[in-house]
Nanobody
């Protein structure tokens, strides 16, 4: 079983930055990525990366967020810059992410991000 453990969430003012990390017990099949869920909203995709380096972002975070991996390919990062109140959500690391962000095979526990204005 793949275990995913996130860290790095917290509270920040609008315009600030946070860096999320996700450590995998072993590398999952397929692509890895980040999802988020705000109060009263369905969970949605944020960004994903394939093992070959192909990266996808949803339009709302393009040019502000950067997804990356370490050299071992077992740690996933999400650098979040110029944060907005609408970015406030619980962010969850996932493995085996579907191409259209509709589902994933493995999930972390989530880390909360709060952006104040």
């Amino acid at each position: 079983q793949v275990r995913l453990t996130e860290s790095g969430g917290g509270s920040v003012q609008a315009g600030g930055s946070l860096r999320l990390s996700c450590v995998a017990s072993r590398y999952p099949y397929g692509r890895m990525g980040w999802f988020r869920q705000a109060p009263g909203q369905y969970r949605g995709g944020v960004a994903s990366t394939d093992r070959d380096g192909t990266i996808k972002y949803v339009d709302s975070v393009k040019d502000r967020f950067t997804i990356s991996q370490d050299s071992t390919k077992r740690t996933l990062y999400l650098q979040m810059n110029n944060l907005k109140p609408d970015d406030s959500a619980v962010y969850t690391c996932a493995g085996g992410v579907w191409e259209d962000f509709s589902d994933a095979f493995y999930w972390g526990q989530g880390t909360r991000v709060t952006v104040s204005s």
